[in-house]
T-cell receptor, first 114, second 111 residues
Framework: EAQVTQNPRYLITVTGKKLTVTCSQN?????MSWYRQDPGLGLRQIYY???????DKGDVPEGYKVSRKEKRNFPLILESPSPNQTSLYFC?????????????FGPGTRLTVT | GQQVMQIPQYQHVQEGEDFTTYCNSS?????IQWYKQRPGGHPVFLIQ?????EVKKQKRLTFQFGEAKKNSSLHITATQTTDVGTYFC???????????FGGGTRVLVKP
């Protein structure tokens, strides 16, 4: 089944404890992206990647890191999480950054930083 | 700040009635994508509009892109309980495939 998977789905952590949220897609998509969703703000793009080893900042990249060593994986790293990073995070992928770029979203990761 | 504004933020609709949600921008949009997110779920792509004045239909859903490409609308006829969810519009920038989402319209249907 074609899908985007994220792990973990839920995470409660403490300020400053490094964490990684994994994202994987099995559709051979070139483009992958991370978003955070907060009430009233819609989805805001954190980072995106147009292909392996090519990443770029979205609208809210501060406090986050990403890497794209393989086409299928695009982990989101929080080196020193803070309470303002408490949010619902979505990973998404699309076939290409060109033309119609329908994005397929993962199920989401709900992160709470205390 | 947010470049794509959606109104209304909330919409309570009686089952069977029609409603429209709007997406507005102060600048010309490259294109518009619409997504639907069910409660507790993830966004699901509905459609993309590219051309000025474009109109597309999906069953009871009608999507429109303004002539000046500064606004878009989603009109749902004969609302059903399955229409419950949050509808987002998003602009896909021509360069780099960066997506900017609106704040969404949360739709609640009264049976």
């Amino acid at each position: 089944e074609a899908q985007v998977t994220q792990n973990p789905r839920y995470l409660i952590t403490v300020t400053g404890k490094k964490l990684t949220v994994t994202c994987s897609q099995n559709m051979n998509h070139e483009y992958m992206s991370w978003y955070r969703q907060d009430p009233g703000l819609g989805l805001r793009q954190i980072y995106y990647s147009m292909n392996v080893e090519v990443t770029d900042k979205g609208d809210v990249p501060e406090g986050y890191k990403v890497s794209r060593k393989e086409k299928r994986n695009f982990p989101l790293i929080l080196e020193s999480p803070s309470p303002n990073q408490t949010s619902l995070y979505f990973c998404a992928s699309s076939l290409s950054w060109q033309g119609l770029s329908e994005q397929y979203f993962g199920p989401g990761t709900r992160l709470t930083v205390t | 700040g947010q470049q794509v504004m959606q109104i209304p933020q909330y919409q309570h609709v009686q089952e069977g009635e029609d409603f429209t949600t709007y997406c507005n921008s102060s600048t010309t949009l490259s294109n518009i994508q619409w997504y639907k997110q069910r409660p507790g779920g993830h966004p699901v792509f509905l459609i993309q509009l590219v051309k000025s004045g474009e109109v597309k239909k999906q069953k009871r859903l009608t999507f429109q892109f303004g002539e000046a490409k500064k606004n878009s609308s989603l009109h749902i006829t004969a609302t059903q309980t399955t229409d419950v969810g949050t509808y987002f519009c998003a602009e896909r920038k021509a360069a780099g495939n960066k997506l900017t989402f609106g704040g969404g319209t949360r739709v609640l249907v009264k049976p």
